[in-house]
């Protein structure tokens, strides 16, 4: 609330509210109304709460997507330098300043991430209700039921994703990923249609600068007192977390 009160102040000494997202709020909140009078769309805890559900929504699940190609990197050297050469073929070494353009051409880092939201992702289900009455796969659902889409388990269906849906496989995805499985829709990481993820592709662009930072200054492998054991709390995440061996690569 003291961050907003400084946010208003600074406005009515026509400094504006600010270029981020609270301040983008606060400027789309005071919008002319009837009679040309200033009226607020949102409360002040709707706007607090807009920014916690940003809070929540874009922090753990990128940390946890990180942690957990991390995981598959570590246990996956092949994969770990096949990346680290993409990623110096296309950003260049440590210093190299990092440019959208240079993350856009990460192919394989890309198809990596999307095998880990595919086997890890970090939202194993999703609720929806019904609007209507309705009818799934031969059940009849009514009007108003809460309906859990369990995508963590769609992720793994070998009738979907073939006889190795349980294996880590980032090819599959190297023609697309509409392409990655018997169903062009099959990935729900993110969810899909209206209410989907609104950061995914800041949560891609995140992810994959952080993952250029790592590779070209460090090898990595898994601590061998890593106990594997996922568990959701809220997000997908290592019950024990993951302790990881660094090796700093000669520069
Ligand atoms: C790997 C990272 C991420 C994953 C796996 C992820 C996943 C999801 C999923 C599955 C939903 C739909 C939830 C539902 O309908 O029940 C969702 C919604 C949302 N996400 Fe993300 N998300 C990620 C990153 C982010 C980031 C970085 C931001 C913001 C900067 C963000 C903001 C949101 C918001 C605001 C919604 C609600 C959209 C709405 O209801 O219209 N997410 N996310």
Redesign the pocket.
């Known amino acids: 609330m003291a961050i907003i009160r400084e946010r208003q102040a600074a406005a009515k000494e026509a400094k504006g509210y600010g270029n981020d997202l609270l301040g983008l709020m606060l400027e789309a909140n005071t919008s002319a109304g009837a009679g040309g009078q200033k009226v607020a769309a949102m409360s002040m805890d709707d706007i607090i709460d807009e920014c916690k559900?940003?809070f929540f929504?874009?922090h753990d699940?990128?940390a946890h997507?990180l942690t957990w190609a991390i995981f598959l990197l570590g246990t996956h050297p092949e994969w770990q330098q096949k990346l680290r050469e993409e990623v110096l073929r296309e950003c260049g070494g440590t210093g190299t300043p990092l440019h959208g353009d240079a993350l856009n051409k990460l192919k394989l880092t890309t198809m990596v991430l999307y095998e880990t939201?595919r086997l890890y992702?970090?939202?194993i289900m999703?609720?929806r209700q019904t609007m209507a009455d309705t009818e799934l796969g031969g059940v009849k659902i009514p009007k108003g039921t809460i309906t859990m889409i369990p995508t963590a388990m769609m992720h793994r269906d070998e009738e979907v994703w073939g006889a190795d849906a349980g294996e880590f496989k980032p090819d599959r995805f190297r023609n697309g990923v509409g392409r990655a499985a018997k169903h062009p829709s099959a990935i729900l990481?993110?969810?899909i249609g209206p209410?989907?993820?609104?950061?995914?592709d800041?949560?891609m662009l995140?992810?994959k600068a952080t993952l250029v930072v790592i590779l070209r200054r460090f090898e990595f492998e898994i601590a061998p007192e890593y106990v594997h054991a996922p568990v959701e709390f809220l997000t997908l995440q290592p019950k024990c977390g993951l302790p990881v061996l660094l090796k700093l690569l000669d520069q």
Not at 195 to 200: E, K, L, P
């Open positions: 559900t940003f929504a874009g699940t990128t997507l939201l992702g970090a939202v999703i609720a990481a993110f969810a209410r989907s993820c609104i950061g995914q800041f949560a995140e992810a």
